[in-house]
């Protein structure tokens, strides 16, 4: 066994439930981590994990489907299917727990790893870390939860500085915060530390709680009209309710 492997031994396992033509994963506990609809598995199901997609709104047209994009937190894998599949790009996927990645290649339709696509079992933090990989991400996806999700795994102020570190110029990161433990005031101020204020824009929470935070990389943010035109094509092409994401943005948390 790799030390990798070993590692990952001791993280929880994976269990598998499905629904009305859904199928969850979960970390052996009732929270869910991710859900992939079997019949549309190249869809996003979740509302929280399309509002992580809100990065297509600050991307200019004929960029949307072009350059690298990562996944911090492979969940059930549904935003690294959707880069993959539906929008083409160059693909990468982070998981520390080698259980999520079997999972996902058995339950879940995550391809196996080609020249577009590579899923690496291994901690997020150091992969942005890697100084080898500065400015070398246009999407980055941020989704990181143990079993409890609780909060944010990786929340710190250095971590988020890296996030912003290994993006490319124009590049945009999305972040998911949720948990019952969770601060979204401080999370957002180590956020707003590391990419300024002026450079990040807040959705609405869900139902459930979860906030999608969009921080930019040396981004013009375009005026209302350009960007509701942009969600109107995202909502044409891809199905993704773009539209709705643009009326629940705000600058301020």
Known sequence: MSTTRAASASLPE??????????????GTPWIQGAMRIDEPFDIELDYVQRMMAWMLFREESEVTSGHAVQLGLGAAAITRFCLRRLKMRTTAIELNARVIDACRLWFRLPED???????????????ADASRRGSIDVLAVDLYDQEAASPVLDSADFYRDCRAS???????????????????RSFERIAAAFGAANIRTLKPTREGNTVVVAMQHVTIPDR?????????????????????????????
Do not use: C
């Open 14 to 27: 994976v269990t598998i439930s499905e629904s009305r033509g859904i199928r969850y994963l979960h970390l």
């Open 167 to 185: 993006l490319a110029d124009r590049g945009v990161m999305t972040v998911n915060l949720f948990g019952r433990d969770a601060s979204f005031e």
């Open 225 to 253: 009209a350009v960007l509701a035109q942009r969600a109107e094509n995202i909502e044409t092409r891809w199905k993704l309710p773009a539209r709705k994401w643009l009326r629940m943005m705000r600058s301020l948390p």
């Open 114 to 128: 080609s020249q577009q696509l590579a899923v690496l079992e291994m901690d997020a933090a150091a992969y942005v």
